[in-house]
Structure formats: structure tokens, C-alpha cells
């Protein structure tokens, strides 16, 4: 799926094609929201969820990758460079 087929879907529909054709990548916490980022094809997406009801309350898209910087110290390499 393009980007721009994504990003037309309804939000039910964004939910089934992240949890079922989505690579999970990372997660971060901010204050008041989880954030998961997933692959999907060519691009990444961040589903912010809600800490008290879980619910996804929004989807950011992108494909530049400079975006996953705050994502980056929570890889560990330790065991890569031994």
C-alpha cells in the first residue's frame, strides 16, 4: 500500500493495516501518550495512543528518516561492536 492510499483510509481502516501488515519498530513514551512506530512498504507510522484508554488517538505518517531519531538511543548495538 502507497503512502497516499494510507493516508486516505478511515482510521478503522489505518488500525487493521498497521496491526496486520505492520513491522513494530519502536516505542517511546511523551506525558500523556504511547507511541508506537511501525514499517509499513516504504514508510513509517506512529500511532499515538492514549495512556488511560489505550485508544489510538492519532496516526503520523513519514517516510523521511531523520524522524526516528528519538527512537534511535533505545536500540542497543553493545553486542554488535564486540
Known amino acids: 500500500?502507497?503512502?497516499?492510499?494510507?493516508?486516505?483510509l478511515p482510521e478503522d481502516h489505518k488500525?487493521?493495516?498497521?496491526l496486520t501488515e505492520g513491522v513494530a519498530i519502536g516505542k517511546r513514551?511523551?506525558?500523556d501518550r504511547h507511541v508506537f512506530l511501525f514499517q509499513l512498504n516504504e514508510y513509517y507510522?506512529?500511532?499515538?495512543?492514549?495512556n488511560k484508554s489505550k485508544e489510538i488517538m492519532e496516526y503520523r505518517v513519514f517516510q523521511n528518516t531523520k524522524q526516528l531519531a528519538p527512537y534511535l538511543d533505545a536500540i542497543r548495538i553493545d553486542h554488535l561492536l564486540h
Not at 500500500?1 to 486516505?8: A, C, N, P, Q, T
Not at 488500525?15 to 498497521?18: F, L, N, Q
Open 15 to 18: 488500525r487493521s493495516i498497521v
Open 45 to 50: 507510522v506512529e500511532t499515538l495512543c492514549c
Open 29 to 31: 513514551q511523551l506525558p
Open 1 to 8: 500500500m502507497k503512502l497516499s492510499e494510507f493516508i486516505g
